[in-house]
C-alpha cells in the first residue's frame, strides 16, 4: 500500500510520489484491459473503432507520465514507488469503460488537492498542472461515452489525498 | 498601470503587429515555443515558461484569468443561440452541452470577479470584442471555441506558478481543469483528437495574447 492517509505532503518528491502511485494505477488498468479488450471487442460492444484507438492514447500518456514522474523523482534523490498488484473488478468492456472513468475523475481531483503542496516549486507545480490537464480531458471523454455530462461542474471537485484513498484503495490489492 | 491596462495595451501593440505581418484571421494556432524552455533539461516533455516576471501578484494572476473568462463568455453568450449544432458522438446535443459551457464561464467570471474584489483589487471589466469571422460559420464556431479553450488551459499553466495563495492556486485547477474538459470536448466535435499529446503546454502571456488578441475589436 503506497498511498498513506494524510492530508498533507513533507516534500516536493512525497507529492510526485503521491502522483506516481495513482498514475502506476491508470497504466497498468489500461495495458492490462486493452490486452484483453481487442478493437473487434470494442466495436462488438457497440462502440466506435475510434474508442479503442483513443483507449490506445490515453494508455500511452499514462505510460508517459509514470516515466516522467520516476525520472524526476529519481533525479530530486527520492525513491520512486513501483507499481502494485490491483484489482479493478471489471468483467466486461462496458465495466472496463466504467472504471475508466472513476479512475480519471478521481486522478483530476487528486492532482488538484495536491498542487497547493508545489506552490514552492514552480517547475514541479507547472509540470503537475500539465498532466492534470490531460486527466480533465481523458475524464470529460469518458464521461461522455459513459453518457454523463463531459463537464458536469463549472468548479471541478477537489479532493484530499485522504478522500482519494477512500476511492481508489480498494483497487490496490497488495 | 494596472494588469488589464498593460494587457490592453500589448493587445494593441500585438494586433498592429500581426496586422502588419497580415495574420489577422490565421492567428488561431498556438504559438510557437520561442520563449519556452526546458526547466528540467532530461525530460524534455516537462516545460515552464520562462518568461519575465509577468505577474507582480496573485491579483495580477486573477486580473490575466478574468480577461480571457471575459472573452469567453462573451463569446459563447453571443453566439451559442446562432446555430443549431446537432448532435455529438455521444448522442448528446451539442447546443446543450455548448449551453453548460458558457455557463460555466460565466460562474469563472463571477467567481474571479468576486474574489478580486474581496482582496481589495479592481476586477477588469468585459471588453468589446470581435467575433464577426467566428459567428460566421458553425465551422468557424466550433474551431474558435476549441482555440479560446485550448489557450485558455495553457494560459492558466503558464499563470499558475506565479500565484502564492495556495487557496487561489487550488481555485485556479478547479478551474483550468474545467476549461480542460472543455477543450478536450471541443476538439472531439472538431473531429480532432481530444487529448493531443501527454502534457499540456503551459503558455506566457506575450504567447497568449497572440492568440487571444485579435479577439479584441
Redesign the interface.
Known sequence: MTIRAQTTFEEPVDVLNYALTLEHLEYSFYRDGLEQFAEEDFVDAGY?AVVHE?FG??R??EL??VE?LT??IT?LGGEPVEEAEYDFGYTDIAGFIGVAQALENTG?SA???A??FL?DE??L???A??????E??????LN??N?A???P??????LTPDEVLAIAGPFIVS | MQIHERLLAEVSAERRRLSRRGMLSGSLKLAGGAAIALSLSNVPALRTPVAAQDFASDLDVLNYALTLEHLEYAFYRDGVGLFDFGTDGFGQSINDNLAAVRDHEGAHVTTLTDTITQLGGAPVAEQVYNFTDAYASVDGFIATAAALENTGVSAYDGAAQFITDPGLLTAAGSIVAVEARHASYLNLILNEVPFPASFETPLTMAEVLEIAGPFFA
Open positions: 466506435a483513443y492514447a490515453i500511452d500518456h508517459e507520465h516522467t525520472t524526476v533525479d483530476v492532482y488538484q488537492g498542487a497547493q506552490i514552480d517547475a507545480l507547472t509540470a498542472l500539465t498532466i492534470h490537464g490531460v480533465a480531458r481523458h475524464a470529460a471523454y461522455g461515452l453518457g455530462s463531459p463537464f461542474d463549472a468548479v471541478n471537485p477537489t
